[in-house]
């Protein structure tokens, strides 16, 4: 028979689940957490992990998501403070590369490559994926959109570009890293320039 729990307990478990999580994850990668490890960790049954979590993979898909809305929340910040209709393409550039630079340097997004993140993808129920891009991608549209005329431009189309350009970071192991932070800059601009014409 199950343990009821109370609000703060439920809590509290779930607040240290996602923290040994993050640490797992940076420690051992997607593939080789375990819910084993996990709930050593956390001091719990292996019963309890899953009165919390149908899986692993919710478990550590909630834990990417925390640092995903940590970066969007800096950024959402960072843009509040710039006037749209005053903003210059350079400013722009350098507020974008700096989000992919906050992104790269965060502990869990930085061990994720895309071989992870398919892993992970694949093992979700496709709901929550579907869902979890329609937010990404209605939050990068919005975040467009304060720059462009109303109408002007095809929000959807600089929302994929945007995206692309994060998936390609996934890959920075694999270009010269001499050039990767001018490369990404470049990127970045001929977006901007794109926008803002």
Do not use: W
Not at 1 to 10: D, G, L, T
Not at 144 to 162: H, L, Y
């Amino acid at each position: 028979m199950p343990k009821c729990y109370s609000q703060q307990e439920r809590e509290y478990i779930i607040k240290r689940l996602k923290e040994e999580a993050a640490k797992c994850l940076s420690q051992y990668g997607i593939k080789r957490t375990t819910v084993d490890e996990i709930v050593k960790r956390v001091k719990i049954p292996k019963g309890t992990f899953y009165l919390f979590y149908q899986s692993k993979e919710l478990l550590l898909f909630d834990v990417i998501l925390e640092e995903h809305d940590k970066i969007e929340k800096q950024l959402l910040e960072a843009l509040s403070r710039l006037h749209p209709k005053e903003i210059t393409c350079e400013q722009l550039t350098d507020l974008l590369f700096e989000f992919f630079k906050v992104a790269e340097d965060m502990p869990i997004l930085k061990m994720l490559n895309s071989g992870e993140i398919e892993i992970l993808t694949r093992k979700l129920p496709a709901d929550i994926v579907t869902n979890h891009l329609l937010q990404d991608k209605s939050m990068v549209e919005r975040f467009f959109e304060k720059f462009v005329p109303e109408g002007n431009k095809d929000m959807e189309v600089f929302s994929v570009a945007f995206r692309n350009i994060y998936f390609a970071t996934l890959h920075k192991n694999e270009f010269d890293e001499r050039h990767y932070d001018d490369a990404l800059k470049l990127l970045i601009q001929g977006l901007v320039i794109q926008l803002l014409q």
